[in-house]
């Protein structure tokens, strides 16, 4: 058994059930050659044939349950499950459930699944080949791997209701290509990961825009840098206030955010034995207020005092000064204690509807009515006591109704189911939908999509009615802010 380029003997190899592809941990390298006795291909014709085999007893099972339906659905029972018939699973890659959860809650956002849906294959925007199949090594340079286009493959292969499970492999090779923190086969952080991919995408995507950012829409928005769909669904910005103790000296600094990682308050974080009485459930309004109350920081953490010109103790407190369109709340459930990174189990009370941000706001006087109202529309769940073990699943949200991503697994979720889950990440989208708001919207895509095939004039006529629509935009808030006053 040896590795590609150079012969290297007795190093451990592993092989993806998928499509049989193996790889070499020693190496970090794919392996290309097989044994003098060929067992490596004994291995994969063994492995085709039990998916064979699986694969004609689920469509033998799936039909079985669709014709003894007596009227239209679109689930049916399976061991007491509802499982979901238009929606697909992720297949797991070898404890690769971080990935499928996170996934699966960026497929039910559809502002953000849309766009990457909409874009053309990269065969159409750059008129290479690429639809060929791919074996990605760290010789084939990093021009090779496009995290965008597989991620747009994986999306539009999800609620498309003709197979149970799409497995992303292309998807994993790409991702451990471009962020070596996340290669083999151990589990992984999902909100480390959802981090690290949101990210990746940005560059991407801000890298895609070189040179084509020309437009006065693009222009306005590029002051600090190219915004890209990531930084519009999910971006918001803070303010962070830091007062001097000693001389009252105040700083102020704006810092964006993708999402806001929220402590669950201590008084809440203590086990109680079966004997006491249970105490007061924490709320997510709880870990909020925490979040953005005033603290005074620690010895380890003093301010340097540029009028004192000495570090100095001092209070911190933050402050939304912008929130997102789509809100990522991360509770911080894994925290270090002496050598260990233990949980937080507590059960956090999260509303499903109606998420009222405006308490949390810098000015809130100057939002317009309803416009800091949220609705959940995805929930990540961790099951276990370690961030390196347990089990990710995922709850989400599409077209009303409520679902479970278990892996390959899709079941029908409630109302009730979700409540109760011990949230870890919880993603929110806003309520609020201002009659311009579609309209700007469609526009960012159209500035974010290729424009070639657009007339000069169809842009003209575009940007003379995004004018006029944040002309009144203008006018509606100036009035309000009157009225307020």
């Keep these: 058994m040896t590795c590609e380029?150079?012969?290297?003997?007795?190093?451990?190899?592993?092989?993806?059930?998928?499509?049989?592809?193996?790889?070499?941990?020693?190496?970090?390298?794919?392996?290309?050659?097989?044994?003098?006795?060929?067992?490596?291909?004994?291995?994969?014709?063994?492995?085709?044939?039990?998916?064979?085999?699986?694969?004609?007893?689920?469509?033998?099972?799936?039909?079985k349950n669709l014709e003894n339906l007596a009227f239209p659905s679109k689930v049916f029972k399976d061991d007491g499950l509802s499982l979901a018939l238009c929606a697909t699973g992720l297949r797991n890659l070898g404890n690769t459930c971080f990935m499928n959860a996170i996934l699966q809650s960026l497929s039910n956002i559809q502002q953000f699944s849309r766009y990457f849906k909409e874009l053309p294959a990269v065969a159409l925007r750059s008129g290479k080949t690429a639809g060929r199949r791919m074996y990605h090594?760290?010789?084939?340079?990093?021009?090779?791997?496009?995290?965008?286009?597989?991620?747009?493959?994986?999306?539009?292969?999800?609620?498309?209701?003709?197979?149970t499970a799409f497995s992303p492999d292309s998807l994993f090779y790409a991702i451990w290509k471009i962020m070596p923190s996340f290669r083999g086969y151990q589990q992984q952080d999902a909100h480390e990961f959802m981090r690290y991919l949101l990210d990746h995408l940005h560059r991407e995507l801000q890298g895609n825009h070189n040179g084509m950012c020309k437009s006065l829409f693009c222009v306005a928005s590029c002051r600090n840098g190219i915004t890209t769909v990531v930084t519009?669904?999910?971006?918001?910005?803070?303010?962070?206030?830091?007062?001097?103790?000693?001389?009252?000296?105040?700083?102020?600094?704006?810092?964006?955010?993708?999402?806001?990682?929220?402590?669950?308050?201590?008084?809440?974080?203590?086990?109680k034995s079966k004997d006491q009485e249970p105490g007061p459930t924490?709320?997510?309004?709880?870990?909020?207020?925490?979040?953005?109350?005033?603290?005074?920081?620690d010895d380890a953490e003093l301010y340097m005092c540029h009028k004192c010109i000495k570090r100095q103790k001092s209070t911190k407190k933050f402050w939304i000064q912008k929130l997102p369109k789509v809100l990522c709340l991360h509770l911080k459930r894994f925290h270090w204690t002496a050598f260990l990174r233990n949980k937080v189990d507590t059960y956090v009370e999260f509303p499903l509807h109606s998420l009222d941000m405006r308490a949390f706001l810098l000015e809130p006087e100057k939002s317009l009515p309803g416009s800091c109202l949220y609705d959940l529309v995805a929930v990540?769940?961790?099951?276990?006591?370690?961030?390196?073990?347990?089990?990710?699943?995922?709850?989400?949200?599409?077209?009303?109704?409520?679902?479970?991503?278990?892996?390959?697994?899709?079941?029908?979720?409630?109302?009730?189911?979700?409540?109760?889950?011990?949230?870890?990440i919880l993603f929110y989208v806003e309520v609020f939908q201002h009659p311009a708001v579609d309209f700007i919207h469609s526009l960012f895509?159209?500035?974010?999509?290729?424009?070639?095939?657009?007339?000069?004039?169809?842009?003209?006529?575009?940007y003379f009615i995004f004018f006029t629509m944040c002309c009144l935009i203008v006018f509606e808030r100036y009035v309000l802010i009157r009225f307020l006053s």
């Design 445 to 462: 895509y159209l500035c974010c999509m290729d424009l070639c095939n657009v007339s000069s004039w169809q842009i003209l006529d575009h």
């Design 282 to 297: 924490c709320t997510l309004s709880d870990c909020l207020r925490s979040f953005t109350d005033l603290e005074e920081l």
């Design 380 to 424: 990540v769940v961790h099951h276990g006591s370690g961030v390196g073990s347990g089990h990710y699943t995922a709850y989400g949200c599409h077209e009303g109704r409520w679902y479970h991503f278990n892996d390959s697994t899709v079941t029908v979720s409630s109302e009730d189911t979700v409540r109760k889950a011990k949230a870890y």
């Design 5 to 63: 380029k150079q012969e290297k003997v007795h190093h451990s190899v592993c092989m993806d059930c998928s499509n049989y592809s193996l790889y070499c941990y020693r190496c970090d390298d794919f392996v290309v050659n097989d044994t003098k006795l060929g067992q490596v291909q004994k291995v994969r014709e063994h492995l085709q044939s039990l998916e064979k085999s699986s694969l004609m007893g689920d469509r033998q099972r799936k039909r």
């Design 137 to 163: 090594t760290r010789s084939q340079g990093d021009t090779s791997v496009s995290l965008v286009e597989e991620l747009r493959k994986t999306l539009c292969s999800l609620w498309q209701g003709n197979q």
């Design 232 to 271: 519009s669904i999910f971006g918001g910005i803070l303010q962070n206030e830091v007062n001097c103790l000693i001389c009252g000296t105040e700083s102020r600094k704006f810092d964006p955010f993708l999402d806001l990682s929220l402590d669950i308050p201590s008084q809440f974080r203590q086990k």
